[in-house]
């Protein structure tokens, strides 16, 4: 059996920050897990370091299960997302280690395909609508078989998910964080508008999506789900802000448009009354901040319970080695629903070697054994540490809200 020999924390940024951990065992098989958390990664590789890798020093490390409670329940503090960040990491790492010493893809441990491959949805942003209109055709061109669409809230200088560049949407970007402006009036108004226009001129053969982050009150959400209803998204996500998850009961009264909630969502504790309430229709907790493949594939077969299907986070700064790892267990579990994906720059790419492709609309994670991703350290070293914070929003008067 393979014995843990040692593990390293690797920060780096290739474009923007990535926390990733590399365990390496006494026959010289290496796995990779991702602990990026967003303007925060500090805490987490310091977690890992100082408090994590001393305890995995010649354990088993085909002892997955074991070792995921041994830092869970052994910490004696739960949850969180620096825990489960960390956490995760240890867990993706060991499941790429089992697959390589197996010779399989992690897909096949975990129960092998239940479909061709993971159909994603890609970002489409714009200041205007019909900018964000031209960057749907340019995915649908693409054979994207989902979209989401933010676009510009007309008098605000910024919206949440619109960005300069085309295909990602880069919010981490300042030193400290930069202060936005929100409406929630003005904003409701735009979102219909924008869905017309984009059945108008992409059909009603791809699946389009929307992201509230997290911004108005469940009355507010309400109001937004049935004026979208006769445009048939595919979900409206993180409608208001889902530590109170009562607020989707009312939500849910008056609307027949999907919800999607979880990206913030660290343990099965923070989805369960949601899903068994059946409140939501898509959970979109990630391997990396809801405690890696292990955990989430215990959401999930909770969500399959109730109808619920995954709809994983998947933006920027969840590295390459999440998206493969969420491919994998996308790949197998029996209630995927649909992916994320918010490609890369370049130098991200470059840094995280990957074997997943894109074809017809749908990720593959490809058949090396293994996870099939790994971190160049040497490129790693080129890119270093950069701090940067999300922002943060305010109403127009100056009151503070979530972003
Ligand atoms: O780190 C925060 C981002 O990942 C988040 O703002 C992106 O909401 C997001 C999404 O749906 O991709
Ligand atoms: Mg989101």
New binding site residues.
């Given amino acids: 059996m393979p014995k843990i020999a040692s593990a390293r924390v690797i920060v780096t940024s290739p474009g923007r920050n990535f926390v990733t951990l590399k365990v390496v065992c006494d026959d010289g098989t290496t796995g990779v897990g991702d602990a990026t958390?967003?303007?925060r990664e500090l805490a987490v590789a310091s977690y890992l370091a100082d408090h994590v890798v001393p305890c995995l020093i010649g354990r088993d490390a085909h002892r997955i299960e074991d070792i995921w409670q041994y830092l869970y329940k052994g910490a004696y503090w739960r949850r969180g997302p620096v825990t489960m960040a960390a956490i995760a990491a240890v867990d993706m790492a060991l499941w790429d280690i089992k697959g390589k010493v197996a010779g399989l893809p992690v897909y096949q441990l975990l129960g092998g395909a239940s479909r061709a491959g993971c159909m994603v949805y890609g970002?489409a942003n714009g200041e205007t609508i019909a900018d964000t209109i031209a960057a749907a055709l340019d995915y649908q061109g693409q054979g994207y078989k989902a979209i989401?669409l933010q676009c510009g809230v007309p008098g605000m200088a910024s919206t949440?998910?619109v960005s300069k560049d085309k295909y990602f949407?880069e919010?981490?970007d300042a030193e400290l964080p930069t202060e936005n402006l929100w409406s929630t009036a003005k904003y409701l108004r735009v979102v219909p508008e924008l869905f017309a226009a984009a059945r108008e001129a992409l059909g009603w053969d791809v699946h389009l999506l929307h992201?509230v982050?997290h911004r108005l009150t469940p009355i507010e959400a309400a109001r937004l789900g049935k004026d979208l209803e006769p445009y048939r998204p595919f979900w409206i996500?993180?409608a208001t802000p889902a530590e109170d998850q009562e607020a989707f009961r009312l939500i849910r009264q008056h609307t027949t448009t999907p919800l999607a909630v979880g990206?913030?969502f660290s343990s099965i504790w923070d989805c369960k009354a949601l899903i068994e309430n059946r409140l939501i229709d898509y959970i979109?907790a990630t391997v990396l901040h809801a405690g890696g493949i292990t955990h989430m594939r215990q959401i999930a077969s909770l969500a399959d319970l109730y109808h619920v299907r995954t709809g994983c986070?998947?933006?920027?700064?969840?590295s390459p080695v999440t998206m493969a790892a969420a491919l994998h267990l996308g790949l197998a579990i029996p209630n995927f629903g649909i992916q994320?994906y918010?490609r890369h720059s370049d130098d991200t790419d470059a840094v995280f070697p990957h074997g997943y492709r894109f074809a017809d609309g749908m990720l593959h994670p490809g058949d090396a054994p293994g996870l099939g991703v790994d971190i160049d350290e040497r490129l790693a070293a080129a890119h270093p540490y950069r701090r940067a914070y999300?922002p943060v929003n305010r109403l127009e008067d100056g009151t503070m809200w979530s972003?």
């Fill in positions: 958390l967003n303007g970002h989401r949440y998910g949407y919010p981490a992201d982050h996500e993180d990206e913030i979109r986070h998947g933006a920027t700064d969840l994320e918010m999300l972003w």
